[in-house]
């Protein structure tokens, strides 16, 4: 069965730092991979996805994240953590096969000045 | 560009009141889910719809109705409250299919008494 792991529960960086959130999946073939960021009491924005093509994907909110299927990750990276990405994240894997979507278990942010 | 409403934002009702959370979306997207997100659950599906008049069970139905009789309409309904629904409903979209990228709501936090 399709799955996704995200490893880190609850991650704290200083302003400025850079950020990586990682993400790994079980599925066969190549699944569709998503990172959405959720606010306190809002609800999730898209922030990035993969398809097919370069493994490389450009966000918004300046984030970024790299597919890379040797290790079956899909893991998020930021360069300079602002204090407004606070936030719980989420990675995501879609699977033509069965029809399939699942969330991962989330990773939250704390972001101190 | 209002994308997707749920109404109503905040409900508080009692043991075994009926209660419908409203969805609509201007996208005019096919699918559409409702998920409830729950402290050490994460995020699970209740149904969703692959057009008007197409529903179909998610991992956690019992005790949930779900219409639509316009694409653009997605209401969940509460048919005899209890405790255990207490949570925060989610309405979400997608012209991606099941395993394609979900769009969300605000989302509706439901109080059961």
């Known amino acids: 069965a399709q799955s996704v792991t995200q490893p880190d529960i609850h991650i704290t960086v200083s302003e400025g730092a850079s950020l990586e959130l990682r993400c790994n999946y079980s599925y066969g073939a190549t699944p569709y991979l998503f990172w959405y960021v959720q606010s306190p009491g809002q609800g999730l924005q898209l922030l990035l996805k993969?398809?097919?093509?370069?493994?490389l994907v450009q966000g918004i909110k300046g984030f970024e994240a790299e597919f890379k299927r040797s290790q079956s990750s899909f893991n998020l990276r930021k360069p300079s953590v602002h204090w407004s990405d606070a936030a719980e994240y989420f990675c995501?894997?879609?699977?033509?096969?069965?029809?399939?979507?699942?969330f991962g278990t989330g990773t939250s942010l704390t972001v101190i000045p | 560009d209002a994308g997707i409403t749920q109404s109503p934002r905040y409900k508080i009702t009692e043991t075994g009141r009926q209660v419908t959370l409203m969805c609509h979306q201007t996208?005019?997207?096919?699918?559409m889910f409702w998920y409830r997100q729950d402290l050490g659950h994460g995020l699970r599906l209740i149904y969703y719809?692959?057009?008007?008049?197409?529903?179909d069970k998610g991992e956690v139905p019992d005790g949930y109705v779900v219409s639509r009789s316009k694409t653009e309409n997605f209401p969940l309904t509460l048919e005899s409250a209890t405790r255990s629904q207490t949570s925060v409903y989610f309405c979400?979209?997608?012209?991606?299919?099941?395993?394609?990228?979900?769009?969300f709501g605000p989302g509706t936090r439901l109080t059961v008494t």
């Open positions: 996208w005019s997207h096919s699918y």
């Open positions: 979400a979209s997608s012209e991606g299919g099941l395993a394609g990228e979900r769009y």
């Open positions: 995501a894997v879609g699977a033509d096969t069965g029809n399939q979507f699942y």
């Open positions: 719809s692959a057009a008007a008049d197409i529903t």
């Open positions: 993969y398809f097919s093509g370069d493994t």
